[in-house]
């Protein structure tokens, strides 16, 4: 299991491909990499990422651990960025190795939902003007499931 919270931009390809590598005796690898997108109005020019380091990482390293036991993963890689992105600048990166697709696929899924709703980070977009970024209930709806 790797977890990395960190400013500098990564390359979710070499990311893949390392992580591949890496596994023997699977069947499956799911990987999901987000990206900066536009906000509602059209008008994101950047977003900023803070966090608090010593709860951060302890935090997505638990929930990786959930997910490892749940579905018996082989491993988990999760990348998440902070600082200020811009449009299309990757924010984070979410891949999961398992004997069979179907656990590769549910415990990706069910990192993405915690990472989107319950991770410690707090977003400010820049655009027309910079505002904090809400919690969704439709993150929170999707977390329910698990």
């Known amino acids: 299991m790797e977890i990395r919270v960190q400013s500098q931009p990564f390359d979710a390809g070499a990311e893949l ?6 596994q023997s005796s699977v069947g499956a690898i799911v990987s999901f990499s987000g990206i900066v997108r536009n906000n509602s109005a059209g008008d994101l020019r950047a977003m900023e990422i803070e966090h ?40 984070m990166m979410v891949a999961t190795a398992a ?6 696929f549910a415990a990706a899924e069910f990192l993405m939902d915690y990472l989107k709703s319950r991770a410690p980070f707090w977003k400010k977009e820049h655009g027309g003007h ?13 977390l329910q499931r698990w």
């Open 52 to 91: 608090y380091p010593a709860m951060t990482e302890k935090a997505i390293t638990a929930i990786a651990q959930q997910a490892q036991d749940r579905w018996d993963l082989a491993d988990v890689l999760v990348i998440h960025r902070f600082g200020l992105l811009h449009l299309d600048d990757p924010i």
């Open 130 to 142: 910079a505002e904090w970024v809400a919690a969704q209930q439709s993150d929170e709806d999707a």
């Open 99 to 104: 004997r069979h697709r179907v656990a590769a």
């Open 17 to 22: 491909n390392q992580f591949t590598s890496a």
